[in-house]
Structures are given as structure tokens and as C-alpha cells.
């Protein structure tokens, strides 16, 4: 439509005429987005991008349509067309016109679903796993067919699924969803990190533009599912999405940018695509052959006669039986083989970057790195997310402490929505669990109250998109369908529950029950599209488990009490760690929990409690292994 309509003469011609055009930038104004989608859906049965709406002064839409092309072709009308009549309409009869503006914001706000009512119990969560068991493709893995995305956090939910029942098919789904979309095109093989979707349903041919966020969410599927079953391939992932991350998505000043495009010179793709004899070339015929042979890099080619590196139907196991060679002699040609192609794609002309630094995701790429950093043992990882926390805290809060939405060249801007709220209460959360500086966990608190104050309904529960302080639209939407991102309604719930056992305070227990409540109705009628909504009622349904730690973090018996509660898959827990001394003081302060807990004798000491008993306290790593074990 750019191309077609917006930058045509005779088009702007008549825009400028009778029109005020506003071109959005969906990803800095969400809540736009949310509610004229939310109309289109109402008005045409489908929705996409893009997203054409007129409205009246007032922001009451009466026309609304996705792609529209300048004059009528495949039996849709043009703009050529339309707005003329619009235009007229609006002139001869523009009561009607705004009569019809107001019964579509009436019918929109009636569709919301988080006016259906119902209840969610652990049978809610048995009918999710089922539906996943449904759509799930046994052979490349995901649910549904093409277009494929990745939806980490339905990988997350069958985790949590498989820990709490032992339903071994929850394990598997996940696992092959895993495997499959690390094996196909969608993973940059060369430089790392994901691609926004597959095309296909092989995950082989993607839209190669990556975006901040998947990537988060990717991470920490790819952590968990490590923590789940010790295979090293899952921390392999995740180090490598962060390779990415902190090599091409970072600030200087610490934040994270927000997206690379899929194109470059104009054709999509052509950054990350290879021809064999260029790879030859590259590596010399010896590495070449063999990248070509396992990469999938043919004369043919998968994608415009050029090939995307890939590992589908590849076991390295017997390649490296077929090339006489040891696996992990394949694993290090491998490596030096991606570093000359590396090297060399460098200096091909980069796709564009979208450099905007968006709260919510940052928030998100906080979590995947603190959760990074305690996980796999990597301090860097904190690092990075300390850093990042730091940047969000100073550069995109007013004075008031009101979060900003974007920041771009030293302009922060647009009230935070309730997704940069959620967002960064992860990121803190998961920050506390990564430094165990109780600051975080402060921070967390702070925001979460701010949050209800600017957000929540009083009338029905739940939180709105948008604050009571911001620009106000004809309607205040409520999201809890968790699509490519989780809603910031479930990232809430989960949170709530989560923060409030950290800082005991019944207020905000009481928020995530009535979260649950509110868009119960929802996610009964469609588990499946709420995965997080419901990660946070399996945190509920668990008996979340209360784990400190007291003793000196520098010694080595606390040392390895930590590492042995962070090794361990433990979504349902709380953890904390007590220094010796004032530094305990501090945390008690933050964390009245811990208030009576202390290291005996002066030796690192674990208290585990569960079901609101706790078992006695043990000096010994080994017990403690076992009591998270069993």
C-alpha cells in the first residue's frame, strides 16, 4: 500500500483533499492497534496487517479493511473508489455516518472475552494439554499447519504440564516443538537467533525478519526445557540466542533494539541465503562439501534458487560415521566452518534495524537473561540484564515514576502500557532470581501497585490495556489472548502470584486470583490461546514451594545449595537467598518471609517449605537434592 497508494500522486492528492491520514506505528501504539483490529475483526470477519480504518474526528471508525489496493482489482475495491464515496456520504449524511461510528465502538466492546464468564481449575489445564495433543504435528513438530510460529510459551505450559502430572506426551510435544524449530531454516544457523515465523510446516523457509521479543520467550523455553532434561543442545540454543542479542540488538547505553528486517537491497532473505559455489568459495572444497552436505545448501536451493542453512532430517551422530570422523571432531568443523561464513556474511549490505527500544520487550529480553545467568552459571548474562534494568529505570521512567513506552535517540515517550508494566515486573522478578539483590524484588512491588492503580477495572476485574492517565480511545480494550506475545493480563497474573509470596502481601494475591476470574471465562473456552493466562493458574494449582538459602554467597557450601536449587526445574517455586550480616538485614527489610530464617551454626542452611509446612532445616547439600527431587 506504500508503494500502490501512499506515495502515489493521485492518491495523496485526494487523501489531502477530504483526509486527515495517521499512519501508526502499531508496535510504539498498541492500544491503537488492539482496538481498530479488534473493530475490523467485528466488521469484516478477519483482521491482518495492513490495517485500513476511517474514522470520525471523534475516533469512531466506520470503514475498516486490511491490504486495499489504488483501483480495483481481484474483486476489491480500491481506494480510488471508496473514498469518494466516503467522502460523500460523510458530506450528505454525516449524523448516520456517526450513528454507525457508534454502534460499531458499542458491538466492539460487547465481543471482548474478557466478558465471558467461567471458572478455571486443573481440569482447565487437562483440556489445554489435550487440544495441544490434537494439533500437534507429530512429524515436524508445533501445532497447527502453516504458517508456523513459535509461541514459546505454549512450550513453556506443556513443561509445566509434564512436571506436575508426569503426562510423558506433554514432554515429548514440547520437545520435538524444540528440536524441530532449532533443525529448520528459521534458526540462523550462521549468526544465531530466530526468525519471526515459518512459512512452511517444516520450520524451513521463514519470514526472516527477527524480532526482540520471540526471541526472549524463545530463550527461556529453551532454559527451561535444559533444566527439565539436562540436554545440552537446550543451553546451546539459548547461549547462542544471547551470542545474538547482546552482538546485534544492543544499545550502547544498555537497552535492546527491537527488530531486524527480513529484507535487505530490497529482496527478502537475501542477507541470510547461499549458493554452494559461494560457500565453496568461502570454505575451500573440503569444509565446503561438507557444510553444503549437511546445511542443505544445493543448486537448487529451497528459497528463490538460493538455499537456507538448515538441519532437518540431519543426525550428527551418523554423519559423522558416514565422514569417518569422531561427533565431536564434526561439532568443531562445524564451528570453524560458521565463523568463515559468519566472517564473510558480514559484509553483505545488513537488513534494516529497528533501533526503537521498546519497554516491554526489554522487559522480556531482562527475564531470558537473568534466568540465563542462573541457569547456565554465566555472570555476563546478569551483566547485560543488570544493565539493561538499569537503562529502563533511568531513561524511560518520568520523574513521577510513571513508565515510558519507547525510547529513541534520547526521547523517551507515550505513557507505558500494562504490557510494559508486566513485561518489566518479570524482568525484575527474574533479576532478583539471578543477583538475589532484594532491590529487584522492591522495584517489582512498587511497579506491581503502581500497575493497579493505572490499569485495573474496579467494575469487572482484570487490567485494561491502556491507563486512566493516557489518551483516551472510544473504548478501553482488555487483552488476555497470549499470541506471538503473552497478554499482559497473564504475564500479571503469573507475576502476582508469584511477587507475592516474595513480599507477603495479600493485596496482590488477591489481584492474581481475581486476574484468574476475570478471564476465567476465556480461557475455558480456549485453553490453547491462553498459555500463560494458564501457566499462572498452574502456579496456583501447585502449591508453590518456598526455598531460602542462609549463609555466605561467597562460600562454597552456599555456593552449591544454590546451584543445586538453580540447576533443577522448579517453575513453582520461590527462592531466596540470606547473606550473613547486614546484608540479611536488607533482604528481611524487602522479603518478610525470611525474617526468622538464618544460618545455623554459621553453615549455609536450607529451609524448604511446601503446602504451607515446612520440612526442618538441613546443613546438608545432599538432603537438600533430595527433598527438590522429591
Known amino acids: 500500500m506504500e508503494r500502490e497508494s501512499f506515495e502515489d500522486e493521485e492518491v495523496a492528492a485526494m487523501l489531502n483533499e477530504r483526509y486527515v491520514s495517521v499512519k501508526v506505528d502499531r508496535e510504539e501504539r498498541p492500544d491503537v492497534d488492539h482496538l481498530y483490529m479488534s473493530v475490523c475483526q467485528a466488521m469484516t470477519g478477519q483482521g491482518g496487517w495492513p490495517l485500513t480504518i476511517v474514522m470520525t474526528p471523534e475516533k469512531k471508525p466506520f470503514f475498516a479493511g486490511t491490504y486495499v489496493p ?3 482489482k481481484y474483486g476489491r475495491y480500491g481506494l480510488l473508489d471508496i473514498l469518494p464515496q466516503l467522502a460523500e456520504k460523510w458530506g450528505e449524511d454525516r449524523g448516520k455516518v456517526e450513528e454507525i461510528g457508534e454502534q460499531i465502538v458499542k458491538d466492539t466492546e460487547s465481543r471482548m472475552l474478557s466478558n465471558l464468564e467461567g471458572e478455571l481449575t486443573e481440569r482447565t489445564l487437562d483440556r489445554a494439554y489435550r487440544q495441544y ?21 505454549h512450550v513453556s505450559l506443556l513443561l509445566r504440564y509434564y512436571k ?5 506426551h506433554a514432554l515429548e510435544m514440547a520437545e520435538k516443538t524444540l528440536d524441530s524449530m532449532y533443525r529448520g531454516g528459521m534458526y540462523d544457523h550462521i549468526g544465531f537467533g530466530f526468525a519471526r515465523y515459518s512459512t512452511d510446516e517444516r520450520w524451513l523457509v521463514p519470514h526472516f525478519e527477527k524480532m526482540l521479543y520471540d526471541n526472549a ?20 540454543t539459548a547461549k547462542h540466542i544471547f551470542t545474538y542479542v547482546l552482538r546485534d540488538m544492543t544499545d550502547a547505553e544498555g537497552g535492546f533494539h527491537s527488530a531486524e528486517d527480513a529484507d535487505s537491497e530490497g529482496v527478502e532473505g537475501k542477507f541470510y541465503v547461499w549458493r554452494p559455489e559461494e560457500v565453496l568459495e568461502v570454505l575451500g572444497p573440503d569444509d565446503g562439501e561438507l557444510f553444503c552436505e549437511l546445511f542443505d545448501i544445493t543448486a537448487e536451493g529451497h528459497f528463490e534458487g538460493r538455499s537456507i542453512p538448515n538441519l532437518i532430517g540431519q543426525n550428527l551422530n551418523t554423519a559423522a560415521k558416514r565422514k569417518g570422523m569422531a561427533v565431536s571432531e564434526l561439532r568443531d568443523a562445524i564451528v570453524a566452518c560458521r565463523a568463515k561464513l559468519f566472517e564473510h556474511r558480514e559484509r553483505r549490505v545488513h537488513p534494516f534495524k529497528d533501533d526503537k527500544i521498546l519497554t516491554s520487550w526489554n522487559g522480556l529480553m531482562i527475564a531470558a537473561l537473568a534466568k540465563g545467568a542462573a541457569v547456565l552459571g554465566e555472570p555476563q548474562y546478569a551483566a547485560a540484564a543488570v544493565k539493561a534494568e538499569s537503562f529502563l529505570w533511568s531513561k524511560l521512567r518520568r520523574d513521577d515514576g510513571r513508565l515510558l513506552a519507547r525510547y529513541r535517540d534520547g526521547e523517551a515517550a507515550i505513557p507505558g502500557y500494562v504490557d510494559d508494566y508486566a513485561y518489566t515486573i518479570w524482568g525484575l522478578i527474574e533479576l532478583y532470581g539471578a543477583t538475589f539483590d532484594p532491590a529487584y524484588v522492591s522495584k517489582a512491588a512498587e511497579l506491581a501497585h503502581a500497575m493497579i492503580g493505572l490499569f485495573w477495572d474496579d467494575e469487572k476485574g482484570g487490567f485494561f490495556f491502556y491507563g486512566n492517565d493516557a489518551e483516551r480511545l472510544p473504548t478501553r480494550m482488555k487483552e488476555s489472548y497470549d499470541g506471538a506475545m503473552p497478554s499482559g493480563n497473564s504475564v500479571a497474573a503469573y507475576n502476582l502470584q508469584r511477587l507475592s509470596k516474595y513480599v507477603y502481601d495479600a493485596a496482590l494475591s488477591q489481584k ?20 500463560m493466562l494458564l501457566t499462572a493458574l498452574d502456579f496456583a494449582v501447585s502449591a508453590p514451594a518456598e526455598i531460602v538459602i542462609a549463609g555466605d554467597p561467597a562460600k562454597p557450601d552456599t555456593k552449591r545449595m544454590v546451584e543445586a536449587v538453580r540447576s533443577r526445574f522448579l517453575p513453582n517455586a520461590v527462592v531466596i537467598l540470606v547473606p550473613n550480616g547486614a546484608e540479611g538485614d536488607r533482604v ?16 549455609a542452611t536450607a529451609y524448604v517449605c511446601e503446602h504451607f509446612a515446612c520440612q526442618a532445616p538441613t546443613g546438608d547439600a545432599d538432603e537438600l537434592e533430595e527433598l527438590l527431587d522429591g
Open 133 to 153: 495433543a490434537e494439533s500437534f504435528d507429530e512429524t515436524y513438530g508445533g501445532f497447527g499447519s502453516a504458517p508456523k510460529f513459535p509461541a514459546a510459551h
Open 164 to 168: 506436575r502430572t508426569g503426562n510423558a
Open 588 to 603: 528481611r527489610a524487602a522479603i518478610p518471609l525470611v525474617r526468622d530464617k538464618t544460618a545455623l551454626g554459621g553453615m
Open 70 to 72: 489504488k483501483r480495483r
Open 512 to 531: 492474581a486470583d481475581e486476574l484468574l476470574k476475570a478471564f476465567a471465562g476465556a480461557a475455558d473456552r480456549y485453553p490453547t490461546g491462553h498459555s
Open 217 to 236: 520467550l524463545l530463550a527461556i523455553a529453551y532454559l527451561e526445557a535444559y533444566q527439565l532434561t539436562r540436554k545440552a543442545e537446550y543451553a546451546e
